[in-house]
């Protein structure tokens, strides 16, 4: 990873804001249902478009792996994008969506960049320099007793359709003192900076989670999936603060 590569996820993320922001509460977006049943719409598709035509002049020789359009197959170096990052939210004006661009250098994330501009907010982070928001150093919190955690959770129904359905995120919620279902890649940034000790995610893709794994890990805190394995590919996800992860993975964990 160079100093180049950072500053190439951070312009390909802002150029994806300018299409995607474009059409933010359009009365005239195009949107479909995917084989899976999720949405996608006219702007996933026009800025995972721009981001890999971009990519293909910058970087010739680097795969790219995006939510709408595939894997480029097996390189040293790979992209991984999700041009818009909670669809659901964007189709229904919901303002929590971000565009996340990763570099994945020998299987492991150099550099990820969350951007969600109807937020107005930027975090970024490149292994081994910490991460920041806007320019300004983030860090993941102290909290080290569960009673005194604040926890992120997406989507209850995936919760329901995994093996123990509920009960384990309830008896979860149950030991911290709060909780609340902020989901997407915005719940990891709350952890990265602290606002969250504990965020979960019952159904993700690689895309999902490589840029904000990154941003979590530099800003001081752990992501594994639901196992606890540090991988990015296990279908389900935990970022925390470090400190809890383990009780964490006691009560929700996959064994
Ligand atoms: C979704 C989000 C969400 C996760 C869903 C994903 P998308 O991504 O990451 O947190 O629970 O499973 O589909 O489709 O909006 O990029």
Redesign the pocket.
Known sequence: MSDDDLTLALELAAAADEVTLRRFRAHDLAVERKPDL??VTEA?RAAEALLRDRLAAARPADAVCG?EFGDTGPARRRWII?????????VRGVPV?AT?VALEEDGEVSVGVVSAPALGHTWWAARGRGAFCDGRRIRTSAVTDLADAHLGY??LG?WGRRPGGVDGLLRLAGRCWRSRGF???WQHMLVAEGALDVAL?????V???AAVAVVVTEAGGRFTDLAGEARLDGGDAISSNGHLHQAVLEIVGRR
Do not use: K, Q, R, S
């Open positions: 999720t949405h996933d939510e999700d041009p818009i990052d909670g669809t659901a939210n964007y969506w996340l997406a989507e995936a989901g997407d890649f995610e019952p159904m993700i893709a895309w999902d989670v």
